[in-house]
Nanobody, 113 residues
Framework: QVQLVESGGGLVQPGGSLKLSCTVS????????MQWYRQAPGKERERIAT???????HYEDAVKGRFTISRDDTKNAVFLQMTSVKTEDTGVYYC???????WGPGTQVTVST
C-alpha cells in the first residue's frame, strides 16, 4: 500500500522561499516517476513538477525557473524547493506517484503579505 505524507507548507510572503517534503512508503521513489501537483482555490488540480528514475526533471511553465523538485533515495522522500513565490502559487500541494491512485492529504501554501 502506497502512502504519501506532505509537509512544510505555511504562510510565506511574495518573493520568499519554502521547501515542501513528501515522505513515501510502500514504493521506492528511486524507481518511480514522482510528481508534485497543486490545487488553487476554485481551480482544478494541476501537475507542476516531475522527477523520473534517472533524475531527469520537468516543470510546467508556471513554476519553471522558480521551483526545484528533488528526491533523497535514502530517506525515500521527495522535495519541492519553492523560490520567488507569487500570490498565484497559493494552494494545496500534493505529491503523487505517477500511474497510481495514491494521494497524500496535501500541505497548504499561502503566499500573502
Amino acid at each position: 500500500q502506497v502512502q504519501l505524507v506532505e509537509s512544510g507548507g505555511g504562510l510565506v510572503q511574495p518573493g520568499g522561499s519554502l521547501k515542501l517534503s513528501c515522505t513515501v512508503s510502500g514504493i521506492s521513489v528511486a524507481f518511480n516517476r514522482m510528481q508534485w501537483y497543486r490545487q488553487a482555490p476554485g481551480k482544478e488540480r494541476e501537475r507542476i513538477a516531475t522527477i523520473i528514475d534517472n533524475g531527469y526533471t520537468h516543470y510546467e511553465d508556471a513554476v519553471k525557473g522558480r521551483f526545484t523538485i528533488s528526491r533523497d533515495d535514502t530517506k525515500n522522500a521527495v522535495f519541492l524547493q519553492m523560490t520567488s513565490v507569487k500570490t498565484e502559487d497559493t494552494g494545496v500541494y500534493y505529491c503523487h506517484v505517477h500511474d497510481t491512485k495514491s494521494w497524500g492529504p496535501g500541505t497548504q501554501v499561502t503566499v500573502s503579505t
